[in-house]
């Protein structure tokens, strides 16, 4: 008889421990490796000089530079592989002219293929995910069942040709996970 009562108890102590020790452990978001569809939006500026920081921590562009902005919206396929991964994405982006500026008013179409990243994930399912090209940080978090991820980048300060210059993109992704 003692040896069922050990037997039945077992099994009832593992269903108590795992959950914790899933969730405490590491391992347990190696479950995120696969294929992720995205959704995102977001918003950029764009000015002709750099910009400096305030006081306060906000970006300022000099009073003397062409300023617009950009409104997005973005779809696309991310791969996570054990550490790292590469995204696909199309923004569509619609442009604002902003002062004097003669930037016209338009809808962009631009796309980044195999962006790679790798990320880093807390015991509690916060990600922090860091593109390899440039070092732009995304930061969110996933699920406790591994179905869906936000992703948040914001106020990164990027220098590329005109007409974009220096751009500074606040965006929100989700992504929901469509295979292993």
Same mark, same amino acid.
């Given at each position: ?58 970006w300022i562009a000099p009073g003397t530079s062409n300023v617009y902005a950009g409104v997005t919206v973005a779809n696309g396929t991310w791969i996570f592989k054990h550490g790292g991964g590469t995204y696909s994405q199309r923004i569509y982006a619609? /442009?604002?002219?902003? #002062?004097? !500026? @003669? &930037? ?5 179409? %631009? ?24 070092? /732009?940080?995304?930061? #969110?978090? !996933? @699920? &406790? ?5 936000? %992703? ?29």
């Amino acid at each position: 008889m003692k040896k069922l009562a050990v037997l039945l108890m077992i099994p009832a102590l593992a269903m108590f421990m795992v959950p914790s020790l899933a969730s405490a452990n590491w391992y347990y978001w190696w479950g995120i490796q696969g294929t992720w569809q995205m959704s995102a939006s977001g918003s950029c500026l764009h000015s002709s000089e750099p910009y400096s920081q305030s006081a306060a921590g906000g970006w300022i562009a000099p009073g003397t530079s062409n300023v617009y902005a950009g409104v997005t919206v973005a779809n696309g396929t991310w791969i996570f592989k054990h550490g790292g991964g590469t995204y696909s994405q199309r923004i569509y982006a619609t /442009i604002l002219p902003g #002062g004097d !500026i @003669s &930037i016209p008013v338009e809808v962009r179409v %631009l796309a980044a293929k195999d962006v790679a990243f790798t990320y880093a994930i807390t015991p509690s399912g916060d990600i922090t995910v860091t593109q390899t090209n440039n070092g /732009i940080q995304s930061f #969110g978090s !996933i @699920s &406790i069942d591994k179905k869906t991820m936000t %992703l948040l980048t914001a106020n990164n300060v990027q220098n590329f040709p005109a007409p974009f210059w220096y751009t500074i993109c606040n965006t929100e992704r989700t992504l929901i996970k469509v295979g292993e």
